[in-house]
């Protein structure tokens, strides 16, 4: 297909005629209705009120909501907003639309393509008149379907026996999910029951046991406790912090290599001091030279300025 361009699609054009409601809507007192065609790009609001108006108005008493492909999820929306409004009988069919499509072809030489499928689609009647009882799957207004209702016409409501305790029976289970099952709670005492034990050991620890002398003493002792424990605290601590001879060694014989070589460091940064240079007798006689050429130069310039100024006056 990488040599064709799609073309168009044509749906198969339906008409009144093709609806599958010919066995009610030739029973119904008025042989019109309005019929609303859904697709998948119709705006739900304006439909909807389109439809109301012509219910209350009174021109039509019977609507059809048909809708295929993309539009069968707006057709059913459509249907049960609408029927809020109004005590309307529902009857709901299924029918097949079928869809043309059109490949143009890009090359020369070949012919064009025409793909036929079939596309689902829904209809629902929907009348302020009864419908035959005759006729099944009829929903009438305010009432639900079969499946929604139990054996004795009540809606599906079971309750399930509320399980209450340990004793419930495991059956229907896995080994492993008894496992994981959790064991019950023991029922905890009252707040007012108390185990002897524990009256025994308040009665030990509560501040009303003993002679007053024990009791003056008490809070005496705790203090002295206290300070021990402080005071061995500290004494650990003070142990811990000072350092051992056996330590310092340690760390002056790590602390010698660095020493070393920050002073290396520092003496390849040193600035030399500048060394007299020796000179030489040839060199003192060239500089002499060059300070003897450098004063008669001087001396050469100061008369020429002389004997300008004579001639200019």
């Given at each position: 297909?990488?040599?064709?361009?799609?073309?168009?699609?044509?749906?198969?054009?339906?008409?009144?005629?093709?609806?599958?409601?010919?066995?009610?809507?030739?029973?119904?007192?008025?042989?019109?209705?309005?019929?609303?065609?859904?697709?998948?790009?119709?705006?739900?609001?304006?439909?909807?009120?389109?439809?109301?108006?012509a219910l209350d108005k009174g021109e039509y008493r019977t609507?059809?909501?048909?809708?295929?492909?993309?539009?069968?999820?707006?057709?059913v929306s459509c249907a049960e907003i609408f029927k809020r409004?109004?005590?309307?009988?529902?009857?709901?069919?299924?029918?097949?639309?079928?869809?043309?499509?059109?490949?143009?072809?890009?090359?020369?030489?070949?012919?064009?393509?025409?793909?036929?499928?079939?596309?689902?689609?829904?209809?629902?009647?929907?009348?302020?008149?009864?419908?035959?009882?005759?006729?099944?799957?009829?929903?009438?207004?305010?009432?639900?379907?079969?499946?929604?209702?139990?054996?004795?016409?009540?809606?599906?409501?079971?309750?399930?026996?509320?399980?209450?305790?340990?004793?419930?029976?495991?059956?229907?289970?896995?080994?492993?999910?008894?496992?994981?099952?959790?064991?019950?709670?023991?029922?905890?005492?009252?707040?007012?029951?108390?185990?002897?034990?524990?009256?025994?050991?308040?009665?030990?620890n509560s501040p009303s046991a003993g002679t007053p002398r024990?009791?003056?003493?008490?809070?005496?002792?705790?203090?002295?406790?206290?300070?021990?424990?402080?005071?061995?605290?500290?004494?650990?601590?003070?142990?811990?912090?000072?350092?051992?001879?056996?330590?310092?060694?340690?760390?002056?014989?790590?602390?010698?290599?660095?020493?070393?070589?920050?002073?290396?460091?520092?003496?390849?940064?040193?600035?030399?001091?500048?060394?007299?240079?020796?000179?030489?007798?040839?060199?003192?006689?060239?500089?002499?030279?060059?300070?003897?050429?450098?004063?008669?130069?001087?001396?050469?310039?100061?008369?020429?300025?002389?004997?300008?100024?004579?001639?200019?006056?």
């Open positions: 297909m990488m040599h064709y361009r799609k073309g168009e699609n044509i749906e198969q054009e339906l008409s009144k005629d093709d609806l599958p409601f010919d066995d009610c809507l030739t029973k119904l007192p008025q042989k019109d209705f309005l019929w609303m065609h859904v697709r998948g790009g119709t705006k739900v609001h304006n439909v909807l009120n389109y439809a109301k108006n609507v059809v909501w048909s809708g295929s492909g993309g539009g069968v999820v707006k057709t409004s109004f005590p309307l009988y529902q009857l709901t069919r299924m029918d097949q639309v079928s869809i043309e499509e059109h490949w143009e072809p890009q090359m020369d030489g070949l012919e064009p393509i025409v793909a036929k499928r079939k596309v689902p689609s829904l209809h629902i009647l929907m009348t302020l008149d009864p419908i035959d009882e005759c006729i099944s799957d009829v929903q009438k207004p305010n009432t639900t379907t079969e499946y929604w209702r139990g054996s004795n016409g009540s809606a599906q409501t079971q309750k399930q026996p509320r399980r209450n305790g340990p004793n419930t029976s495991n059956a229907g289970q896995t080994p492993r999910q008894r496992q994981n099952q959790r064991p019950p709670k023991q029922a905890r005492p009252e707040q007012g029951a108390q185990t002897h034990n524990e009256q025994q050991e308040q009665s030990e024990e009791r003056q003493q008490r809070p005496q002792n705790l203090k002295r406790n206290r300070n021990d424990q402080r005071k061995s605290r500290n004494e650990n601590n003070a142990e811990q912090s000072q350092p051992t001879a056996e330590s310092q060694q340690q760390r002056e014989g790590t602390d010698e290599p660095q020493r070393q070589q920050q002073s290396q460091r520092q003496r390849r940064h040193k600035p030399r001091p500048k060394q007299q240079q020796q000179q030489s007798p040839k060199a003192m006689q060239v500089v002499e030279a060059t300070e003897s050429a450098t004063t008669t130069s001087k001396i050469s310039a100061a008369a020429a300025v002389a004997a300008v100024e004579p001639m200019e006056s």
